[in-house]
């Protein structure tokens, strides 16, 4: 069984930074995409940043220029760096990650979720 572990969360003011890291533990052979979401209070699900396999990422338009999405393989992790936080960035991020297992050949996992509030 995989699970993606988040870490990185918290208070920030306007203008600060934060990393989220996000690691799948258990027996994974190898993972395709990873990807960041995130969910503000009474607002629908986005997507942040996705990273492919080839390390090559995507990102939504609000957050282009101050996030950057980075994997390592090695370590089955993504990470999500943020930078010029914004108010309109407070939301519960998640990870996701297609995973590939011995049992299974290829499947979607969500992390718990981590907070990640900016005010001042």
């Known amino acids: 069984q995989v699970q993606l572990v988040e870490s990185g969360g918290g208070l920030v003011q306007p203008g600060g930074s934060l990393r989220l890291s996000c690691a799948a533990s258990?027996?994974?052979?190898?993972?395709?995409?990873m990807t960041w979401y995130r969910q503000a209070p009474g607002k629908q699900r986005e997507l942040v940043a996705i990273?492919?396999?080839?390390?090559?990422?995507t990102y939504a338009d609000s957050v282009k220029g101050r996030f950057t999405i980075s994997r390592d393989n090695a370590k089955n992790s993504v990470y999500l760096q943020m930078n010029n936080l914004k108010p309109e960035d407070t939301a519960v991020y998640y990870c996701?990650?297609?995973?590939?297992?011995?049992?299974?050949?290829?499947?979607?996992?969500w992390g718990q979720g981590t907070q990640v509030t900016v005010s001042s």
């Open positions: 996701y990650a297609i995973v590939q297992t011995p049992a299974i050949p290829w499947r979607a996992y």
């Open positions: 258990g027996n994974a052979l190898s993972i395709d995409v």
């Open positions: 990273i492919n396999s080839g390390g090559s990422p």
